[in-house]
């Protein structure tokens, strides 16, 4: 077995036996999700915000075990929710192609940051997605955020 010690490197490159692997872990996760007390309010204007008085759901793994809890939101939140969408796409807006290029560049490179936090959330949650494809989706309209002006020129 590669993972032994009576192995070389030389051995196990002819044999071309698997090597040994980290087992998979979700202490990064745990540990996130623990310093947010297993409760995340809505994400609004760059914070969880946790209305008084709301009612909230598990989120649950594929095996039904509970994760955390989230905050169920209700029209207020939904109308707070959209005005800061509102705002954040006026400054968006005002932003040039390169810039906007930027700060997808940037938030790919924070995401890349924190990888092994964000795998192990979605390996928790059985996401659909994988956190490599988010990457080089961003990474794809970081792009086209930046060729934007040079090639559909007319387009508004």
Partial sequence: MAGSA????????????YGPTAAPSAATAQAWLEHHSRSLGLFIDGAFVS?????????TDPKGSVVCSIVCSEDE?????SSSAVSGYKSWSSLTCSQRSRVLL?????????????SE???????ACS???LLRLL???SSWAQLR?????DWT
Wanted: proline share 5%; charged share 20%.
């Fill in 6 to 17: 009576a192995k070389t490197v030389y051995e196990i490159f002819q044999s071309m036996e």
């Fill in 51 to 59: 209305p008084a008085g709301r009612r909230s759901c598990p989120l």
């Fill in 77 to 81: 939140d939904v109308s707070r929710c």
């Fill in 106 to 118: 940037r938030l790919v490179s924070v995401l890349g940051i924190h990888g092994q936090c964000v």
């Fill in 121 to 127: 959330l979605c390996d928790l949650c059985g996401a």
């Fill in 131 to 133: 956190p490599t494809a």
């Fill in 139 to 141: 990474q794809f309209y």
């Fill in 149 to 153: 002006d040079a090639l559909l020129c």
